[in-house]
């Protein structure tokens, strides 16, 4: 039976991880596309060998690991940089996913698995996926979240949050949202409902 391809999306702090904590709770896969890019930067690998011929070794920290800080201060200033390091990372993130997928499918064929996602829309890989999760709270909120959790003045949250696609757009590309503005048990609520919803679509695309 082919699985549904799902992903899992949001913006800077509006509570994606919490939900996809809430999702593998309730017995989803989760394939989280962060942590696979932090696997890939670690030294030797074939992305850390490609950032550093790039951006050369004072982007490393003395154990040879990459240094973050320095890393996102340079694209975070310089798109032009920032785009060179997605397409180093990118391709190998999205290949590692889908080698996962398969694994997962081959062994659970009836799992739901959730590609968690941060920037799914800005890398153009919407159309790859049957639904798209997209968990939302307002501009305004993001910023009030943002400046309690990273401790951010105003002007450098608005800078943060405008660094990436408005989160409003990015609703446009959802078809599911999951608002997070309320409690943890709401939110935990509307994710299950969302599980359930998309478990149901499921097994109409399956018997169609």
């Known amino acids: 039976m082919t699985q549904k391809r799902i992903a899992l999306t949001g913006g800077i702090a509006t509570g994606k991880s919490t939900v996809a904590g809430f999702m593998a709770e309730a017995g989803a896969q989760i394939i989280d ?99 798209v999760i997209l968990v939302y709270i307002p501009m305004e909120v993001q910023l009030q979240r943002l400046m309690a959790r990273n401790g951010f003045s105003q002007a450098e949250a608005i800078a943060r949050v405008r660094s990436q696609m408005p989160i409003d757009e990015k609703k446009h590309h959802a078809t599911h949202v999951i608002d997070n503005q309320g409690d943890l048990e709401t939110t935990r609520k509307k994710t299950g409902a969302v599980l359930a919803a998309l478990k149901q679509e499921g097994r109409h695309r399956t018997a169609r």
Do not use: C
Not at 80 to 103: G, R
């Open 33 to 131: 596309a962060d942590i696979i890019a932090h696997e890939l930067m670690q030294p030797g690998k074939p992305a850390w060998r490609a950032i550093v011929a790039h951006f050369g070794t004072h982007v490393l920290l003395p154990d040879q690991r990459l240094d973050r800080q320095t890393l996102g201060d340079i694209i975070f200033n310089d798109p032009d940089e920032k785009a060179v390091l997605d397409a180093i990372t990118h391709p190998l993130v999205f290949q590692t996913m889908d080698t996962q997928h398969a694994e997962i499918q081959a062994v659970h064929p009836d799992a739901v698995i959730i590609h968690d996602i941060p920037l799914l829309v800005e890398t153009g890989r919407v159309e790859t996926f049957d639904a």
